[in-house]
């Protein structure tokens, strides 16, 4: 089946899904998933569906890895073999090994690791299903189940990308237009410290053409973070809300 | 011996630095001094070796004979791999690749794979059957910071210094012809890497400013100064403002240092 | 200079609180004279002091805290325990033995074995090193009977309640001994399992429902609806 779209923007300017261009993907996210982990999360981005847990902080295991001073934070980014169209071996490749180290370098940031010297955190994200932009997604419920777990944070890290697409700066690539498509720019950022802790780009892009994509980037990552907030809260208010029925009753 | 470096260097250089320079005398964006050095290795179709200050790297370029991938049949192959041998720093340890090497050799890749530096349309030897699948292996010798400028210089050198055997199909078989060629080039893409230190913006981070650095960004640009590949690296933050001004500075490094090499 | 979020409001990490001359408290850091969140939780301030009241964290060992604990490992000369905490504890068999230990006759599994309970004290705990225990004092040591459950420690106070009104309303509507380690592990022991189960239920739904109100309340209710029930189905 070899089914290559002739356009990926329409003459209305929308996309293959319908989508304008500045539009993101319908996102859903839920926290606190798996209850044998200290903090979970799971997202729903698009088609992606990723699954992150949290285990820490606790001891280090093999000792001889703790440091004195710090916590150590290690990360896994993990595809299940059914997540993508053609079968993925289950053995961690190469992709698997540099997204696990520039997820692990995205969150750093936000943990204050100072705290808890000669402990470990484990953070593991699992990709179901993969439809472009698992980087992404991986990295905003990763900073929730951290979150969830309890573990101080300077701030949440929330992540989106966005791209050229046709000759236009698009939002949200999924994966026929990061397939198809002439760039992608995949962002994390600290929303209320407005710093960016992880931003790669392949593709080609000129330099302004590059900050366009940054920027809309960004705008995406604040709405990301509005729903962010609002799994955490959904945790907890659901139950008050629960109560204040009763006691009207 | 262990290089930690002692807290009072690292004030010192970040304190350098928020006033304009550096503990080893270079402006804020200066390269070390750089030499570059083709065909060092004689059986391998292509090599280079550089010396960025005291890193060193060298690469080394097998062409071989292999199958396309189906989603391109027409067209060559590239891969990159990427050593960072034990003798080049305390801090490297024998084994398979780790995460360090394999993002190093990723973001080389990246560079030459997404500026289409490399012709690939011209590799094929057999439609579907039989391409020219290009080795790029990056050799880390000696390790005084900023490999990833050094290893993607090298390489680059090292692809300008590949000749290949020329080939023909006849009767269905591929037959060797007398003669090299050039691998066929298309663009010449130049990697920089600038590291946050004290506030600051600097190019190319050595060892010592690695280890005080609050993150690096690598930007690679073509020969019409698009950019082609980014990758920031490190456990700390850039603001926006802060990027734009690296992607700046990295351009003007890059046509420099692209006037420079002649490339 | 102002405080921009009212009493009670929830907040997650990287939340701006207040910017000026206040006091960053609990689960909260400061930073250009700001004052962010650092866990998810209900913000409460008197005057100058900021605190966020984290609806989930963990335990870190302090000095004198009275815990409680599992033995998970039994050492060459004493045990290693699970307090909940990131940290293991170490429990010393000469704290325990109350003298010097003594290698070729004292058997350490008999005293304490790997699944023991001990109700202990932390006497020893820095950034560098792993906390030390003592059950050398009244009240403390191993526990025979009983059931354990695990709150957040944060929400010990909660089930503690104003002047202790909520726990001895617990104890006394299921007539169990009730123990609160500091570190979030309550020791529950009762005349039978169901009155056990029925406090242990009343402690996980304080930790569910501790950011509400009306919560005493509630719990009484629960309670006094699961007595009757049950002497109802006495009758039958």
Redesign the interface.
């Known amino acids: 089946m070899n089914d290559k779209p002739e356009k990926l923007i329409d003459k209305k300017g929308l996309r293959l899904d319908g989508r304008k261009l500045d539009e993101l993907r319908p996102v859903k996210i839920e926290v606190g998933v798996i209850s044998n982990a200290d903090g979970s999360a799971y997202i729903e981005h698009g088609k992606n569906k990723i699954l992150a847990g949290v285990y820490g902080p606790r001891e280090v295991h093999p000792k001889h890895l703790a440091l004195p001073d710090r916590t150590v934070l290690k990360c896994r980014y993990h595809m299940a073999p059914f997540s993508v169209q053609e079968r993925k071996s289950p053995a961690p490749s190469r992709r698997e090994i540099e997204l696990s180290k520039v997820i692990r370098e995205s969150l750093e940031p936000a943990i204050f690791m100072e705290y808890y010297p000669r402990t470990m955190i484990d953070v593991f994200v699992e990709v179901l299903q993969a439809d472009g932009g698992t980087r992404c997604a991986s990295i905003t419920a990763a900073a929730l189940a951290l979150a969830d777990s309890g573990i101080p944070m300077r701030d949440l890290v929330v992540a989106c990308a966005a791209g050229k697409v046709e000759e236009k700066i698009v939002l949200d690539l999924m994966d026929t237009e990061d397939k198809l498509g002439s760039a992608d720019v995949p962002v994390a950022l600290m929303p209320n410290l407005n710093a960016v802790t992880l931003l790669q780009m392949d593709g080609i892009l000129s330099t302004d053409e590059f900050e366009s994509a940054v920027n809309l980037a960004l705008e995406g990552c604040k709405q990301i973070y509005a729903l962010q907030k609002e799994a955490l809260r959904t945790k907890y208010v659901s139950i008050k809300e629960e109560n204040k029925e009763e006691a009207e009753e | 011996m262990a290089q930690v470096i002692t807290k009072v260097k690292q004030k010192q250089i970040a304190q350098l630095i928020e006033k304009g320079k550096r503990l080893d005398g270079r402006e804020l964006t200066d390269y070390r001094e750089i030499k570059i050095e083709q065909g060092i290795i004689e059986r391998a179709e292509g090599s280079a070796r550089i010396l960025l200050g005291k890193t060193e790297v060298v690469v080394g370029i097998k062409v071989e004979m292999g199958e396309p991938f189906s989603d391109t049949p027409n067209e060559g192959v590239l891969t990159v791999n990427a050593e960072l041998v034990p003798l080049a720093s305390p801090r490297f340890e024998p084994g398979p690749?780790d995460?360090?090497s394999?993002?190093l050799?990723?973001i080389v890749d990246?560079g030459i794979?997404?500026?289409k530096a490399i012709d690939t349309g011209k590799l094929c030897i057999e439609p579907g059957k039989k391409v020219f699948v290009v080795f790029v292996d990056v050799y880390v010798l000696n390790h005084d910071g900023n490999l990833i400028d050094a290893s993607a210089l090298a390489a680059m050198a090292a692809l300008l210094n590949t000749k290949m055997g020329k080939y023909e199909v006849e009767d269905g078989e591929v037959k060797m012809k007398p003669g090299y060629e050039q691998l066929p080039l298309k663009k010449r893409p130049i990697t920089v890497t600038c590291a946050k230190i004290g506030g600051r913006i600097v190019v190319d981070p050595w060892l010592d400013e690695e280890q005080v650095m609050d993150a690096r960004?690598s930007i690679a640009f073509?020969d019409d100064?698009?950019?082609?590949?980014?990758?920031?690296?490190?456990?700390?933050?850039?603001?926006?403002k802060e990027?734009?001004e690296a992607?700046?500075i990295a351009?003007e490094k890059a046509k420099e240092l692209r006037k420079k090499l002649n490339w | 200079m102002p405080i921009f979020l009212e009493k009670r409001q929830l907040v997650t990490p990287g939340d701006l609180i207040a910017e000026g001359e206040y006091i960053a408290g609990e689960n909260t850091y400061m930073e250009k004279n700001k004052i962010y969140a650092s866990r998810v939780g209900i913000v409460e301030y008197e005057t100058k002091k900021l605190d966020v009241v984290a609806l989930k964290s963990f335990y870190v060992p302090r000095m004198e805290d009275m815990v409680i604990g599992t033995i998970t490992e039994v050492g060459f000369s004493g045990w290693m325990v699970d307090i909940n905490s990131p940290y293991p504890a170490l429990l010393r068999a000469s704290d325990v033995l109350s003298r010097s230990f003594r290698p070729q006759q004292d058997d350490l599994p008999q005293v304490l074995d790997v699944g023991d309970l001990v109700v202990a004290k932390i006497v020893s705990y820095d950034r560098t090193h792993d906390p030390q225990l003592t059950v050398a004092e009244p009240g403390l040591g191993k526990i025979t009977r009983g059931q354990i459950v695990k709150i957040t420690p944060t929400k010990i106070p909660r089930v503690i309640g104003r002047k202790g009104s909520m726990i001895s309303m617990i104890k006394q509507e299921t007539g169990c001994n009730i123990i609160l380690g500091v570190n979030g592990v309550v020791l529950i022991t009762g005349k039978t399992l169901e009155d056990e189960q029925l406090a242990m239920m009343a402690i996980l739904k304080i930790e569910e429902e501790s950011h509400t109100t009306g919560l005493t309340d509630r719990i009484t209710k629960m309670l006094k609806e699961a007595k009757s029930g049950k002497e109802e189905k006495k009758d039958e």
């Open positions: 690749p995460e360090n394999i993002e050799a990723r990246r794979r997404e500026s960004i073509d100064d698009n950019i082609c590949a980014i990758q920031k690296g490190g456990t700390g933050y850039f603001e926006p990027l734009f992607a700046r351009k």
